[in-house]
């Protein structure tokens, strides 16, 4: 089969470990349709980086408003799927997005096949041409990859009716995130983290709130940055803990498998708001390939991506986050067989090796069906 990818996140080199093992797995000719850097907001520009390239051609394509998820979009990709002629072309981004109507329509032109890969779990209704872009997107596409399961429920509810596949956008690398030689616990007990953006919606109140709860106090180490931190610093010292709790900044991308490994326990206590909810947490498979354990609330993806209820508590409920939390604190075996648990179920579903071949098992499907089976009915 000749898949054809188009993707902005492949800029990130790490990332491109997915594709080097798709391209792997039988009868797998790729090539892979990325931007020279990817523009974001809150970060600057992000260059392309070549990491993982054995196997398959890596095509650097200028794209044109760069930057805007919405309409950005690549003026030569005409010419790069009629030199290639696929047989499927795989549209990394959200049918509403210009780009996603763009490959669709090119595509058909060369009488290949499509999917779409969605992570909004939330339903929202776009104005024109969004709306437009996403029902010529439904109409036509083969198959719809989503990285969660409410974005499935979302596309069914919004008219589409073709194959639904649940895999995440990309897995982990088990030998960049692994287990420390050792791990060594804090002077009170295990070391319990938190990595991400220190904001509001991502509860961390609740995990400083959950450690005033245990006794002894464990030591708890907020890793990121946001507007959040000097309300938490006070809510610490209000609570007595201030001497408990590390306030660290953020750390770039390289560093967070070491972070990890310093850690016992991870805490994702994320808050569903009306305009968001968690769509998938990437940092928890990170962590649980790291041998760390992570506990997380009932927002959005995060049950379904821990995938063990008794680490799961209620949103907001910082009573339920400390009676999990002293329980891995006070019992040893039992915090060691949830750390292994957990890295065991990102061996079995969430490296960069499962999730390509989740996707190449989508392509044969895609292959062996009818054309156009996601047209509306």
């Given at each position: 089969?000749?898949?054809?990818?188009?993707?902005?996140?492949?800029?990130?080199?790490?990332?491109?470990?997915?594709?080097?093992?798709?391209?792997?797995?039988?009868?797998?000719?790729?090539?892979?349709?990325?931007?020279?850097?990817?523009?974001?907001?809150?970060?600057?520009?992000?260059?392309?980086?070549?990491?993982?390239?054995?196997?398959?051609e890596?095509?650097?394509?200028?794209?044109?408003?760069?930057?805007?998820h919405?309409?950005?979009?690549?003026?030569?990709?005409?010419?790069?799927?009629?030199?290639?002629?696929?047989?499927?072309?795989?549209?990394?981004?959200?049918?509403?997005?210009?780009?996603?109507a763009?490959?669709?329509?090119?595509?058909?032109?060369?009488?290949?096949?499509?999917?779409?890969?969605?992570?909004?779990?939330?339903?929202?209704?776009?104005?024109?041409?969004?709306?437009?872009?996403?029902?010529?997107?439904?109409?036509?596409?083969?198959?719809?990859?989503?990285?969660?399961?409410?974005?499935?429920?979302?596309?069914?509810?919004?008219?589409?009716r073709?194959?639904?596949?649940?895999?995440?956008?990309?897995?982990?690398?088990?030998?960049?995130y692994?287990?420390?030689?050792?791990?060594?616990?804090?002077?009170?007990?295990?070391?319990?983290?938190?990595v991400?953006?220190?904001?509001?919606?991502k509860?961390?109140?609740?995990?400083?709130?959950?450690l005033?709860?245990?006794?002894?106090?464990?030591?708890?180490?907020?890793?990121?940055?946001?507007?959040?931190?000097?309300?938490?610093?006070?809510?610490?010292?209000?609570?007595?803990?201030?001497?408990?709790?590390?306030?660290?900044?953020?750390?770039?991308p390289e560093?967070?498998?070491?972070?990890?490994?310093?850690?016992?326990?991870?805490?994702?206590?994320?808050?569903?708001?009306?305009?968001?909810?968690?769509?998938?947490?990437?940092?928890?498979?990170?962590?649980?390939?790291?041998?760390?354990?992570?506990?997380?609330?009932?927002?959005?993806?995060?049950?379904?991506v821990?995938?063990?209820?008794?680490?799961?508590?209620p949103?907001?409920?910082?009573?339920?986050?400390?009676?999990?939390?002293?329980r891995?604190?006070?019992?040893?075996?039992?915090?060691?067989?949830?750390?292994?648990?957990?890295?065991?179920?990102?061996?079995e579903?969430?490296?960069?090796?499962?999730?390509?071949?989740?996707?190449?098992?989508l392509?044969?499907?895609?292959?062996?069906?009818p054309?156009?089976?996601?047209?509306?009915?």
């Amino acid at each position: 089969m000749r898949v054809l990818m188009i993707s902005k996140a492949l800029v990130s080199g790490v990332y491109q470990k997915k594709v080097e093992e798709l391209a792997k797995l039988p009868d797998v000719e790729l090539c892979v349709v990325v931007p020279p850097y990817w523009h974001e907001n809150r970060i600057g520009d992000q260059p392309l980086q070549e990491m993982f390239t054995e196997g398959y051609e890596l095509a650097v394509e200028p794209m044109r408003f760069n930057g805007r998820h919405h309409v950005h979009h690549y003026p030569g990709l005409a010419r790069r799927l009629k030199a290639f002629q696929p047989d499927i072309v795989h549209i990394d981004e959200e049918p509403y997005n210009y780009v996603a109507a763009q490959a669709t329509r090119l595509a058909n032109r060369v009488g290949a096949r499509t999917v779409f890969f969605a992570w909004q779990n939330l339903y929202r209704r776009y104005p024109p041409p969004f709306r437009l872009f996403e029902l010529y997107n439904y109409r036509r596409a083969s198959a719809a990859i989503v990285g969660n399961r409410d974005a499935g429920l979302v596309l069914r509810r919004k008219r589409y009716r073709g194959p639904i596949a649940v895999i995440p956008q990309f897995g982990v690398d088990p030998e960049i995130y692994s287990p420390p030689e050792s791990r060594r616990s804090g002077l009170h007990g295990p070391v319990i983290g938190y990595v991400g953006r220190v904001v509001e919606e991502k509860g961390v109140d609740l995990i400083v709130d959950a450690l005033a709860r245990i006794q002894p106090r464990p030591t708890l180490r907020i890793i990121g940055g946001g507007d959040q931190r000097v309300e938490l610093e006070m809510r610490a010292e209000r609570l007595g803990i201030r001497d408990r709790v590390r306030f660290e900044g953020a750390v770039p991308p390289e560093r967070v498998p070491e972070v990890l490994r310093q850690l016992d326990i991870l805490v994702l206590p994320s808050r569903t708001r009306s305009n968001w909810k968690e769509q998938f947490g990437r940092i928890l498979v990170e962590a649980m390939a790291c041998q760390v354990v992570v506990v997380g609330s009932d927002s959005g993806e995060i049950p379904n991506v821990i995938g063990d209820p008794e680490l799961i508590f209620p949103e907001d409920d910082a009573d339920a986050l400390a009676a999990i939390l002293r329980r891995l604190a006070s019992d040893a075996d039992y915090l060691r067989a949830k750390q292994a648990a957990g890295r065991q179920r990102v061996l079995e579903q969430f490296t960069q090796r499962q999730v390509a071949r989740q996707t190449w098992q989508l392509y044969q499907h895609i292959l062996d069906s009818p054309a156009n089976n996601g047209q509306e009915r």
